[in-house]
T-cell receptor, first 115, second 110 residues
Framework: NAGVTQTPKFRILKIGQSMTLQCTQD?????MYWYRQDPGMGLKLIYY???????DKGEVPNGYNVSRSTTEDFPLRLELAAPSQTSVYFCASSYPQGSSTDTQYFGPGTRLTVL | RKEVEQDPGPFNVPEGATVAFNCTYS??????FFWYRQDCRKEPKLLMS???SGNEDGRFTAQLNRASQYISLLIRDSKLSDSATYLC???????????FGSGTKLNVKP
């Protein structure tokens, strides 16, 4: 299994440009998540999905959109890039069993700079 | 108020030392607790879950204190390879929304 894969690894955007960050998992996990991590900070949840066709907002959803048409894919869309969106973006997935053994598996991250 | 708070450190310790980190959480309805490890410029990886009765995995011991709303991580016999940032993670609701602390940085010196 490849686990959780993300593309691209790095990207530089100009203010106002748009892009889609790709995330794919091959573990048949129901739940998927997008986080952003600013320097020296913890991860903040942007959006999450509990299954295909179902998405919901996290702590910091403004400026982002998501879709979940399949179990495997959970792309994150930035419509009008702003410098405040400069961050490292992590995608994660989990197969919740409703217990303390739930584990999130993370992709390697996408480093985005908006200039 | 932040959902999860940690001392950012850094904790600078010699090899072989014992070091402990604490993490406090604000929501008494929190259900699941975890410690993740994050190496520089890498993704977080699960170190261990934290159970109500406490649990141990080799040199690592995790404890949960629900009354005082904190969890702890104890690392014995520190290795150079333990140098990383340790993230405290709390799960609050049934949809598996995880809240991350900002992390505690550990540097183990020769």
């Amino acid at each position: 299994n490849a686990g959780v894969t993300q593309t691209p690894k790095f990207r530089i955007l100009k203010i106002g440009q748009s892009m889609t960050l790709q995330c794919t998992q091959d573990m048949n996990h129901n739940y998927m998540y997008w986080y952003r991590q600013d320097p020296g900070m913890g991860l903040k949840l942007i959006y999450y999905s509990v299954g295909a066709g179902i998405t919901d907002k996290g702590e910091v959803p403004n400026g982002y959109n998501v879709s979940r048409s399949t179990t495997e894919d959970f792309p994150l869309r930035l419509e009008l890039a702003a410098p405040s969106q400069t961050s490292v973006y992590f995608c994660a997935s989990s197969y919740p069993q409703g217990s303390s053994t739930d584990t999130q598996y993370f992709g390697p991250g996408t480093r985005l700079t908006v200039l | 108020r932040k959902e999860v708070e940690q001392d950012p450190g850094p904790f600078n310790v010699p090899e072989g030392a014992t070091v402990a980190f604490n993490c406090t959480y604000s929501n008494s309805a929190s259900q699941s607790f975890f410690w993740y490890r994050q190496d520089c410029r890498k993704e977080p990886k699960l170190l261990m879950s934290v159970y109500s009765s406490g649990n141990e995995d080799g040199r690592f011991t995790a404890q949960l204190n629900r009354a005082s709303q904190y969890i702890s991580l104890l690392i014995r016999d520190s290795k150079l390879s333990d140098s990383a940032t340790y993230l405290c993670v709390v799960n609050i609701d049934n949809f598996n929304k995880f809240y991350f602390g900002s992390g505690t940085k550990l540097n183990v010196k020769p």
